[in-house]
């Protein structure tokens, strides 16, 4: 089974901390990503990655950054927490491909207080 | 403007009636669609791929693709309650997945 873990389920953070959202996936996959959820916005994605220290931008990358040091962790970053970026935040990992279905994590909610 | 449109809903069927969801486009260049399903509470997951024009069927659920038009949509065929949740569309390609917004389907008994 493809397995991609996120590491908290739940995250509760004060307004100006540094957070460190990981993401872990066991199938070798090239590409993983980084979505957030809000109520009647749907999915967003934030940050792309298609290899190792390769990364792209997506929909909103403002606020956050990300890192992918080994091909199966990629770990979005909030440099300093805003109470707009309580969330709830998805990754998900894929094949390289044109046609390859993406496996998401648990999801993680944070809440920036 | 987003790349993919969703009619965001609710969307309310009677059991056992046919769901339609649409999904409207605006890159041209868009070949392909993945339909994920997603339960409140729970993560995406994928339940259709459609690749060419016309339809294509798996048990209840139809994907039919007009790229002269740059729509896709879903048909739930005999719609159950287990059915109600969120379906999103994403075009395929190389590199990154973006959605559009969902609908949120609600089968009602």
């Known amino acids: 089974d493809v397995k991609v873990t996120q590491s908290s389920r739940y995250l509760v953070k004060r307004t100006g901390e540094k957070v460190f959202l990981e993401c872990v996936q066991d199938m070798d996959h090239e590409n993983m990503f980084w979505y957030r959820q809000d109520p009647g916005l749907g999915l967003r994605l934030i940050y792309f990655s298609y290899d190792v220290k390769m990364k792209e931008k997506g929909d909103i990358p403002e606020g956050y950054s990300v890192s992918r040091e080994k091909k199966e962790r990629f770990s979005l970053i909030l440099e300093s927490a805003s109470t707009n970026q309580t969330s709830m935040y998805l990754c998900?990992?894929?094949?390289?491909?044109?046609?390859?279905?993406?496996?998401f994590g648990q999801g993680t909610r944070l809440t920036v207080v | 403007q987003k790349e993919v449109e969703q009619n965001s809903g609710p969307l309310s069927v009677p059991e056992g009636a046919i769901a339609s969801l649409n999904c409207t486009y605006s890159?041209?260049?868009?070949?392909?669609f993945f339909w994920y399903r997603q339960y409140s509470g729970k993560s995406p997951e994928l339940i259709m791929f459609?690749?060419?024009?016309g339809d294509k069927e798996d048990g209840r659920f139809t994907a039919q693709l007009n790229k002269a038009s740059q729509y896709v949509s879903l048909l739930i065929r005999d719609s159950q309650p287990s059915d109600s949740a969120t379906y999103l569309c994403?075009?395929?390609?190389?590199?990154?997945?973006?959605f559009g917004a969902g609908t949120q389907v609600v089968v009602t008994p």
């Open positions: 459609i690749y060419s024009n």
């Open positions: 890159d041209r260049g868009s070949q392909s």
């Open positions: 994403a075009p395929a390609g190389w590199g990154k997945l973006q």
């Open positions: 998900a990992s894929s094949s390289t491909g044109w046609d390859t279905e993406a496996f």
